[in-house]
T-cell receptor, first 113, second 113 residues
Framework: EAQVTQNPRYLITVTGKKLTVTCSQN?????MSWYRQDPGLGLRQIYY???????DKGDVPEGYKVSRKEKRNFPLILESPSPNQTSLYFC????????????FGPGTRLTVL | QKEVEQNSGPLSVPEGAIASLNCTYS??????FFWYRQYSGKSPELIMS????GDKEDGRFTAQLNKASQYVSLLIRDSQPSDSATYLC?????????????FGSGTRLSIRP
């Protein structure tokens, strides 16, 4: 089954404790992206990757890091989480041959205390 | 001015009627346009993509693009209660296989029986 998976689905942590949210896709997509969704603000792009070892900032990259060492994986790293990073996070992937018709993962709800 | 704007709603439409959702964007260089549907607590799923001016139909859904006026719309014919969701407009700002994707904040649609 074609899918994007994220782990963990729910996470409660404390300020300053480094964490990683994993994202994996099995569709051989070149493009992967991370978004956060907050009430009233919609989906905002954090980082995206056009292919392995190619990443770039979205609209809200501050406080986040990413890496793309393999085509299928695109982890999101919060080195020192803060309460304003409490949000719902989505990973998405798409084939550049089909524009950017993205498939989304199920989401990760992060709470930073 | 937001880069992608949508009326937040809620938009209430009687069952069986046509629901019309609108989206405007600010970047004239935008190339690809998408409509996603998001049920409460779920991840966005792609409904339609449109790349050139005019109409594109898929079942009960029609996407309309007018690049000169910088708007894209989604019509849902014969609205069903299952269409009740938040509809997100997304715009790919880059050319060909590029770059950032900007989402509107979404329009909440409610289909009343």
């Amino acid at each position: 089954e074609a899918q994007v998976t994220q782990n963990p689905r729910y996470l409660i942590t404390v300020t300053g404790k480094k964490l990683t949210v994993t994202c994996s896709q099995n569709m051989n997509h070149e493009y992967m992206s991370w978004y956060r969704q907050d009430p009233g603000l919609g989906l905002r792009q954090i980082y995206y990757s056009m292919n392995v070892e190619v990443t770039d900032k979205g609209d809200v990259p501050e406080g986040y890091k990413v890496s793309r060492k393999e085509k299928r994986n695109f982890p999101l790293i919060l080195e020192s989480p803060s309460p304003n990073q409490t949000s719902l996070y989505f990973c998405a992937s798409s084939s550049t041959n089909r524009g950017h018709e993205q498939f989304f993962g199920p989401g990760t709800r992060l709470t930073v205390l | 001015q937001k880069e992608v704007e949508q009326n937040s709603g809620p938009l209430s439409v009687p069952e069986g009627a046509i629901a019309s959702l609108n989206c405007t964007y600010s970047d004239r260089g935008s190339q690809s346009f998408f409509w996603y549907r998001q049920y409460s607590g779920k991840s966005p799923e792609l409904i339609m993509s449109i790349y050139s001016n005019g109409d594109k139909e898929d079942g009960r859904f029609t996407a309309q693009l007018n690049k000169a006026s910088q708007y894209v719309s989604l019509l849902i014919r014969d609205s069903q209660p299952s269409d009740s969701a938040t509809y997100l407009c997304a715009v790919n700002k880059g050319y060909s296989s590029a770059s950032k994707i900007i989402f509107g904040s979404g329009t909440r649609l409610s289909i009343r029986p």
